[in-house]
């Protein structure tokens, strides 16, 4: 307990560290005391305050690198035996690859967002299975980068001459916007259906976002819907470029659609899956669970898309397990599944089918 007294003191001398040296020894430390904090098993909170500290240091060392190495961990410049001008690499005072790149990487992520660290650090504190460490908190990071690059490779492979697309799409929102303005009686905030959309298809999607995993993004057989709209807008630039939109038929909430009891045949159901600040980019994107809410918002969600479903109708429900296990969100529906199925890098994406049984039983 008394090494754990030192932690101030650890911070003043990280403050005033000017080499490499004094943050590795630093970095020793604080890992010495993070395993004495674990063999007496103190608090998750103690721990994480020990875990903050070393995210600290690891900060400073990978800033340190990209000060005094600046070119981003590559072999050939400081691993190999390539001169340099001071003819100094990072293998001749002991930092391994691995270790330059964790700490730059750590470094790179505070510096260029700080809210999405933030976030993850939020979500290791309440989760009573893991302690904040420079560890989890860049594996955390990577599971989000993983998932950004996954979506904008489908994106990237729906997209033809993006900048006309994104354009055309633009002005098709607009259009959609005055049709809606014009059906609404005055100072009203009813939502509205366009004309297009005076029928009623056999499938519907009431949490549809950008239609990534729809091969017809305008197949007129489903009710596309969202609570959001978001015009498209064209991010990033070159080979990187993607659009972002939610262009619902229907702007309408999943906990209450004004929809008709026994309506569809199928029912595509995908509501946010993350835990996430109001207004970070991956929730402007994709949604967000509320952490106050989540399990009254999904109860309903289920409960109406089980009424607008027709009896024998079936239910595709997707749901990704990185803040909320697949059986805690299950149990929220009195409905069984029939059969699911994991997908992804880490299995961890399930889709999962039911079917209505009838009013009687058969």
Avoid at 59 to 86: C, I, M
Wanted: include cysteine.
């Amino acid at each position: 307990m008394s090494q754990l007294l030192k932690l101030e003191s650890f911070r003043y001398e990280l403050a005033v560290a000017e080499t490499l040296e004094q943050i590795k020894l630093l970095d020793t430390k604080a890992a010495a005391i993070a395993e004495i904090a674990r063999k007496e098993k103190l608090g998750k909170e103690k721990q994480d305050e020990i875990g903050l500290f070393r995210l600290e240091i690891e900060q400073k060392k990978g800033a340190w690198l990209d000060e005094n190495f600046p070119h981003g961990g590559e072999r050939g410049n400081q691993y190999e035996k390539v001169a340099t001008s001071n003819s100094t690499r990072l293998a001749n005072i002991g930092v391994t690859y691995d270790e330059s790149s964790n700490a730059r990487y750590v470094s790179r992520k505070i510096e260029s967002g700080p809210e999405r660290v933030k976030e993850v650090v939020e979500k290791l504190k309440s989760d009573p299975k893991k302690v904040i460490t420079p560890n989890t908190v860049r594996s955390e990071l990577k599971k989000i980068d993983r998932i950004e690059q996954v979506e904008k490779v489908k994106e990237q492979i729906e997209r033809q001459s993006i900048g006309e697309v994104a354009e055309i799409e633009l002005q098709m929102f607009n259009i959609a916007q005055m049709m809606i303005e014009e059906q609404k009686p005055n100072n009203s905030t009813e939502t509205a259906i366009l004309p297009m959309q005076c029928y009623m298809p056999l499938i519907l999607d009431p949490c549809c976002g950008g239609r990534q995993f729809w091969f017809d993004k305008s197949n007129p057989d489903v009710l596309f819907c969202d609570v959001r709209v978001m015009e498209p807008k064209v991010v990033g630039s070159g080979k990187d470029a993607r659009v972002r939109k939610c262009l619902p038929d229907r702007v309408m909430d999943f906990r209450n659609m004004d929809l008709p009891d026994e309506t569809f045949r199928l029912v595509v159901f995908d509501p946010p899956h993350l835990f996430l600040g109001e207004n970070s980019f991956m929730a402007q994107s994709y949604g967000r669970l509320d952490k106050q809410t989540w399990k009254d918002d999904l109860r309903r969600g289920f409960a109406e898309c089980f009424r607008v479903l027709k009896d024998e109708g079936i239910l595709i429900f997707k749901w990704n397990e990185c803040d909320v296990p697949l059986k805690d969100v299950l149990a929220l529906t009195e409905h069984k599944p029939l059969f699911g199925h994991p997908s992804g890098k880490a299995q961890k994406t399930h889709w999962v089918t039911f079917m209505k049984r009838s009013a009687n039983g058969i």
